[in-house]
């Protein structure tokens, strides 16, 4: 978890320096390395959604909004969780 949540903090540095591809890499190896790593889910469809792939974005909103994962989202991030069910 330690090694994930430093890839997800990395992908949200590449999100705020408008480096959509290198945060999506970050946050899918912190979601590989662990897959409850909600935040980083949250910051591909970020970096979707802003470098102009809407139906990506899309699919991991929807993954954030319903099931398991929302749940978790929900209850670690609820603010975040929020702005998701915004899109």
Do not use: M
Request: hydrophobic share 45%.
């Amino acid at each position: 978890p330690g090694h994930a949540d430093l890839l997800g903090d990395l992908a949200v540095l590449h999100l705020q320096g408008g480096r959509y591809a290198q945060c999506v890499q970050a946050a899918q190896e912190a979601l590989n390395a662990d897959p409850t790593h909600d935040e980083s889910a949250y910051a591909i469809a970020l970096a979707l959604e802003a470098s102009g792939q809407p139906a990506q974005a899309r699919r991991w909103y929807e993954e954030l909004a319903v099931g398991e994962r929302a749940a978790r989202f929900r209850a670690a991030q609820p603010a975040l969780a929020e702005q998701c069910l915004a899109k």
